[in-house]
């Protein structure tokens, strides 16, 4: 039984940071590609970062330079370093993995008052 974890949101003021962590079971967790997405109230789901299995990440235009992505295969966990958050930041982020986005978690909500 696969399962994604998330974990990290929370209330935060306009610049400030937060670290979202991911944690997976029941997958090759070294093998697969990770990434975070969010959906903000009223809007289509959209991808945030993803990192692959090889080390590769790559990341939306609007969060170039203020979040990273990384992961810890040791540990079956991916993080999602989120730094000079802003309001429209906010959302609810969901960690997903595989290749297709095969398994998803349920999310963890992220909130950034101006």
């Known amino acids: 039984q696969v399962q994604l974890v998330e974990s990290g949101g929370g209330l935060v003021q306009a610049g400030g940071s937060l670290r979202l962590s991911c944690l997976a079971s029941?997958?090759?967790?070294?093998?697969?590609?990770m990434a975070w997405y969010r959906q903000a109230p009223g809007k289509q789901r959209e991808l945030v970062a993803a990192?692959?299995?090889?080390?590769?990440?790559n990341y939306a235009d609007s969060v170039k330079g203020r979040f990273t992505i990384s992961r810890d295969n040791a540990k079956n966990t991916v993080y999602l370093q989120m730094n000079s958050l802003k309001p429209e930041d906010t959302a609810v982020y969901y960690c997903?993995?595989?290749?297709?986005?095969?398994?998803w978690g349920q999310g963890t909500q992220v909130t950034v008052s101006s």
């Open positions: 997903a993995a595989g290749d297709r986005n095969n398994f």
């Open positions: 029941g997958i090759i967790f070294r093998l697969n590609r």
């Open positions: 990192t692959t299995s090889g080390g590769y990440r």
